[in-house]
């Protein structure tokens, strides 16, 4: 007997040390508390563990996505929508696709113009201002919260921007009427310098959902948007939140507020997965099961990017997140989780990675903030930045004032977001949702 409490007492020390993450996780999950163990772990000795338990963990999963050396021009379940045929395009089909693109977009917007209100344009700002002045109270620095992507830039270079957008749009399953306005993301893209031609790259922006009012907007008929540019839904709808570890704690605060707001919350998080490798994780097929066994899902949330920033080979070549060849891929899985949920009847609010901590891995989750703007203007989607909630004036902060009290907004491991910061995403999320 004593042998046996001593060996459970033991394994609750090691855990309390070494596993701390999972701990409190579990508590969450189980009984939507920590008991103030999050703050008692904080203030001891065993933060300690909990600190070189997640250098390990952190080290382990880098030297996982280097040794596997992807192959995405070879990977089995390439994109069933034409991911990697994109790299397989010629230059002239390219051009081709280019040409066909830019010809139907002139005709869009001919005939948005022609059906367009003359006062649209001031609705627009005041819903725009209105929404985002709703969400205020969250954080004190969010007031003045500003993205700092747009420095350092340079004239803006199309051609990379161009390629993405192609590989989003032209092979895209979402059908598109030319009636129908988009849903546009505000964005002046910039160029960012890198050490070469072929790591050009539009530099991310201050990017935000364009609350475009006309009525009751319909955009791809997918997200219906209110007079005040906030996302319809019924009471009684399922809201599916899908992403790596950044989104398990919004995942676990939206199952505690969104069914005061007669939502349902299905939650798919999971820690270590991304879109780029389908080898050990599939969102894809996840999502497409989910739905198909959850009729009521009409709006999926995802936040996914930080596994995602490694180099891949194709074709005995290593392209890394700058090229435009890795972000033509990269967006070619993005537009599959589009057209999955699409296909089931579903919107997309996708929400941007906050900034991080490392100025190198801040600079590559940008580019793929990017990716997924230029994704919601294409295909139809809401985008939803997260620095301002968890960041003060887009620098990395523990820490963010709010009222008389320092409120902590992120770990100890400079990317993920606290119990607090995930929190007010989450409330942030439901302030964006009129439920009728």
Not at 296 to 304: A, I, N, R, S, Y
Not at 329 to 353: K, N
Not at 401 to 418: A, E, F, T
Request: charged share 25%; proline share 4%; hydrophobic share 35%.
């Amino acid at each position: 007997m004593l042998r046996f409490v001593s060996t459970l007492l033991f394994a609750l020390l090691f855990s309390a040390f070494f596993m701390q993450g999972s701990l409190l996780y579990y508590l969450e999950q189980r009984f939507h508390d920590d008991f103030g163990l999050e703050e008692w772990l904080r203030r001891s000795p065993f933060r300690v563990g909990g600190e070189i338990y997640e250098k390990i963990a952190n080290g382990a999963d880098k030297l996982e996505q280097r040794i596997k050396g992807e192959d995405i021009s070879k990977d089995e379940d390439a994109s069933p929508h034409g991911g990697s045929e994109n790299f397989k395009k010629s230059t002239q089909d390219r051009m081709a696709e280019n040409q066909a693109l830019q010809s139907t977009r002139a005709r869009d917007h001919d005939v948005s113009q022609s059906v367009k209100p003359q006062d649209s344009k001031p609705q627009a700002h005041a819903a725009k201002n209105s929404a985002l002045n709703n969400s205020t109270h969250h954080l004190k620095t969010r007031d003045s919260a500003q993205e700092p992507y747009a420095q350092n830039s340079a004239p803006q270079n199309s051609t990379s921007q161009n390629s993405v957008s192609q590989s989003l749009a032209t092979t895209s399953s979402v059908p598109r009427s030319s009636s129908a306005p988009q849903n546009p993301v505000t964005a002046s893209a910039t160029l960012q310098s890198g050490e070469n031609s072929d790591s050009q790259l539009p530099a991310p922006q201050a990017l935000e959902q364009n609350l475009t009012t006309q009525g009751s907007v319909e955009v791809d008929a997918k997200i219906s948007l209110s007079d005040d540019g906030k996302i319809r839904l019924n009471a009684g709808d399922e809201v599916l939140f899908m992403g790596d570890s950044l989104m398990q704690y919004v995942g676990m605060n939206a199952k505690k507020f969104f069914p005061k707001r007669s939502l349902r919350v299905i939650d798919l998080s999971k820690q270590s997965t991304g879109l780029a490798s389908k080898k050990s994780f599939d969102w894809q097929k996840t999502l497409d099961t989910a739905l198909r066994e959850n009729g009521g899902v009409k709006l999926v949330v995802v936040l996914l990017g930080a596994n995602d920033v490694w180099e891949y080979r194709a074709g005995g070549k290593t392209y890394g997140i700058k090229t435009p060849r890795w972000r033509e891929f990269y967006a070619s899985r993005v537009r599959e989780i589009y057209d999955t949920a699409h296909s089931h009847g579903a919107g997309v609010l996708w929400l941007a990675m906050p900034c991080m901590q490392k100025p190198d891995f801040e600079e590559k989750t940008q580019l793929l903030n990017q990716i997924y703007a230029d994704a919601s203007m294409a295909l139809g989607g809401y985008f939803m930045q997260t620095t301002p909630l968890v960041c003060e004036k887009g620098v990395y902060k523990t820490y963010l004032q709010s009222g008389s009290k320092l409120v902590r907004v992120r770990q100890d491991d400079g990317i993920h977001m606290s119990k607090e910061g995930c929190e007010a995403v989450a409330k942030e999320i439901l302030s964006r949702i009129e439920v009728e």
